[in-house]
């Protein structure tokens, strides 16, 4: 299993979640509108910016969920999709850190949308 490290295994992981993602029956709904070709590139950003310290991401994140009509079994079904991609692909510390900051970020969005149910 390979170590995620670079800014090509970050491109990897982005692209295969959101593939997987993309099929979901709970989550595809909120993504259908969404203009991909503008946004992974906006996700793999901000990736790097949380696993490999590379600046350029300034985007709130938080901000930009806030508008969706998400509950709390969207954010579990997302982290699961998420967290299974990476244990598909990736082992290593970057990998355990990944799944860390997703279960932290879903946790935030999630609260601040809907209380901390």
């Known amino acids: 299993m390979k170590q ?3 800014p090509s295994d ?3 992981l982005v692209s295969t979640f959101y593939d997987k993602v993309l099929q979901d029956e709970q989550l595809a709904p909120f993504f259908q509108k969404l203009d991909f070709s503008a946004h992974l590139p906006q996700m793999e950003k901000f990736w790097r ?3 490999l310290s590379e600046e350029g991401y300034t985007t709130n ?3 930009k969920h806030l508008k969706m009509p998400l509950q709390k079994q969207h954010f579990d079904r997302w982290l699961v999709l998420f967290n299974e991609t990476i244990d598909a ?3 290593g510390e970057l990998a355990q850190q990944a799944k860390q900051r997703a279960a932290v970020i879903g946790w935030t969005i999630n609260s601040k ?3 901390n149910s």
């Open 113 to 115: 949308m809907n209380g």
């Open 49 to 51: 910016f949380a696993l």
């Open 4 to 6: 995620l490290e670079t």
């Open 10 to 12: 970050i491109h990897q």
């Open 89 to 91: 692909l990736f082992e």
């Open 61 to 63: 994140v938080t901000e």
